[in-house]
């Protein structure tokens, strides 16, 4: 089941509201998520980049602004507007935390992502099974299926969580720090199915990371955020225009345009 859709940003500002006080995180973004992108979000902490996500996935209000999200049929809906079934049929969320669950299969987890679909009692039809089955191969964890979440690896719990979102066919899937956790060539992975995935079913994928230069090397997309907005354009367009250079360089730190690489220098 292929699905694409499109969600714009318009004005959007971003933050907190509490005992009648308001802290604007970010103000003013205007942006558009594309269908058959794999988008990276970056930033230096503590720039928003959790709250852009939350406030995206609907686990908080936005300040000012529209999130309009458009279905594969052209009809535009603001987020706001949507039940909490229909958002999950529009919107996967993966987060970071580990889920803590016990005496689940991995199976059983990724059958969770079918609630939207089935009945008051839960349960699975048969095309159901079949969704199940082809999220397990799309992210090639057939035989972790009958493995209990606990005992899997931070890399295979994260895969389940991803086969998860794909269970529940959505066309949008936002990941929070998808790589945390993982030693390097897990990481590597799990951005290189995120990418295909993306391409190969025409989702949006949006995620947050703190790997940089992982992110530049398999992005088609990049939103920097930054103190006065936000910069958005492929990671060779950002390249070519100084503001990667601007946002790695340090004392002591340099960034290869060419290559995408940043090199630390031995003092």
């Given at each position: 089941?292929?699905?694409?859709?499109?969600?714009?940003?318009?004005?959007?500002?971003?933050g907190y509201r509490a005992k009648g006080?308001?802290?604007?995180?970010?103000?003013?973004?205007?942006?558009?998520?594309?269908?058959?992108?794999?988008?990276?979000?970056?930033?230096?902490?503590?720039?928003?980049?959790?709250?852009?996500?939350?406030?995206?996935?609907?686990?908080?209000?936005?300040?000012?602004?529209?999130?309009?999200?458009?279905?594969?049929?052209?009809?535009?809906?603001?987020?706001?507007?949507?039940?909490?079934?229909?958002?999950?049929?529009?919107?996967?969320?993966?987060?970071?935390?580990?889920?803590?669950?016990?005496?689940?299969?991995?199976?059983?987890?990724?059958?969770?992502?079918?609630?939207?679909?089935?009945?008051?009692?839960?349960?699975?039809?048969?095309?159901?099974d079949k969704v199940?089955?082809?999220?397990?191969?799309?992210?090639?964890?057939?035989?972790?299926?009958?493995?209990?979440?606990?005992?899997?690896?931070?890399?295979?719990?994260?895969?389940?969580?991803?086969?998860?979102?794909?269970?529940?066919?959505?066309?949008?899937?936002?990941?929070?720090?998808?790589?945390?956790?993982?030693?390097?060539?897990?990481?590597?992975?799990?951005?290189?199915?995120?990418?295909?995935?993306?391409?190969?079913?025409?989702?949006?994928?949006?995620?947050?990371?703190?790997?940089?230069?992982?992110?530049?090397?398999?992005?088609?997309?990049?939103?920097?955020?930054?103190?006065?907005?936000?910069?958005?354009?492929?990671?060779?367009?950002?390249?070519?225009?100084?503001?990667?250079?601007?946002?790695?360089?340090?004392?002591?730190?340099?960034?290869?345009?060419?290559?995408?690489?940043?090199?630390?220098?031995?003092?």
């Amino acid at each position: 089941m292929t699905l694409s859709a499109s969600i714009e940003l318009r004005k959007l500002s971003i933050g907190y509201r509490a005992k009648g006080n308001e802290k604007v995180v970010a103000q003013g973004i205007s942006a558009a998520l594309r269908p058959g992108e794999l988008t990276c979000l970056l930033g230096q902490n503590g720039i928003g980049k959790s709250t852009l996500l939350r406030t995206l996935s609907a686990f908080q209000h936005a300040l000012e602004g529209d999130i309009l999200i458009t279905d594969k049929k052209g009809t535009e809906q603001h987020l706001t507007e949507l039940t909490d079934k229909e958002l999950s049929r529009h919107v996967g969320v993966v987060l970071t935390e580990k889920p803590d669950v016990r005496n689940m299969t991995a199976r059983e987890l990724v059958e969770l992502g079918r609630s939207p679909y089935t009945g008051f009692w839960g349960r699975l039809t048969t095309e159901d099974d079949k969704v199940v089955s082809k999220a397990l191969e799309l992210v090639g964890i057939e035989s972790l299926a009958n493995r209990l979440v606990h005992t899997l690896s931070d890399g295979e719990r994260q895969k389940v969580m991803i086969a998860k979102a794909l269970a529940q066919q959505t066309p949008v899937i936002f990941l929070d720090e998808p790589t945390a956790f993982l030693d390097f060539p897990s990481k590597v992975d799990m951005m290189q199915l995120l990418g295909r995935l993306a391409h190969e079913q025409q989702k949006i994928i949006f995620l947050s990371t703190h790997d940089v230069e992982l992110a530049l090397q398999t992005a088609d997309r990049i939103w920097l955020m930054e103190l006065d907005g936000i910069c958005i354009g492929t990671p060779h367009q950002l390249a070519a225009d100084g503001t990667l250079s601007r946002f790695i360089e340090r004392r002591g730190i340099t960034f290869d345009k060419q290559t995408m690489t940043i090199h630390v220098n031995r003092s």
